[in-house]
């Protein structure tokens, strides 16, 4: 099974600041997700990128595909309260998605 | 009610008990997952039901036991657990088994303590 390391695991920012979480893998992905978990719900789906160097824009969120489909990146301009959440990412090995451990991100108003 | 459902949302069993956690979507989809996440740890696929046929163990213990009657329910029933088997159980859904780019939609998840 293939490893997906995200970091940092725990990120506590001020609101309006602006931000960057990565995933990373030594393996190569078919595909990948990012999702986002709020407490005491489940995760849902944010984007998936299929293309090397692939770049998804979701309002204030950008995500990024490497150019060798082993690493992805999400940046978040101007970070409000609302994105609040477990930030997963999770790629595509065989039938089967590979979750990293995830990203906490606590933004204070 | 659309989407995924899980009940109960919380559980607090004692290691000799027998329980079940059950699942439903009203998507229409032919895939059911249940996946086990554990603080700071990546989510875990247990299960994978596809048509109503499991096509995925993961080496899950003989103590967690899946059922998956039709294509809109899935229960996992639970037996002679562990403390720590607690965690959060979620459910998910998909279109179709085996696609990397097909959405998965989860449930809010089972809150499972083990005592």
């Known amino acids: 099974t293939q490893l997906l390391e995200q970091s940092p695991q725990f990120l506590s920012i001020q609101e309006g600041e602006n931000l960057t979480v990565y995933c990373n893998s030594s393996?190569?992905?078919?595909?990948l997700q990012w999702y986002r978990q709020e407490p005491g719900e489940g995760p849902v789906l944010l984007v998936t990128v299929v293309t090397g160097g692939e770049v998804k824009k979701l309002k204030r969120l950008t995500f990024q595909f490497g150019d060798a489909r082993k690493d992805s990146s999400l940046h978040i301009t101007a970070a409000q309260p609302g994105d609040t959440g477990l930030y997963l990412c999770a790629g595509a090995e065989g039938n089967k998605l590979v979750f990293g451990a995830g990203t906490i991100l606590r933004v204070k108003s | 009610e659309t989407g995924v459902t899980q009940t109960p949302r919380h559980l607090v069993m004692g290691m000799t008990n027998k329980k079940s956690l059950k699942c439903e979507q009203h998507l229409g989809h032919n895939a059911m997952y249940w996946y086990k996440q554990s603080a700071k740890k990546p989510l875990e696929l247990m299960f994978v039901?596809?048509?109503?046929?499991r096509v995925e163990n993961n080496s899950v213990p003989s103590r967690f036991s899946p059922e998956c009657p039709n294509s809109s329910h899935l229960f996992l029933h639970l037996h002679t657990l562990q403390p720590e088997d607690s965690a959060l159980y979620l459910c998910a859904s998909s279109l179709r088994w085996g696609s990397g780019t097909d959405t998965q939609y989860f449930g809010p998840g089972t809150r499972l303590t083990v005592l």
């Open positions: 393996s190569v992905f078919s595909s």
């Open positions: 039901y596809s048509l109503e046929e």
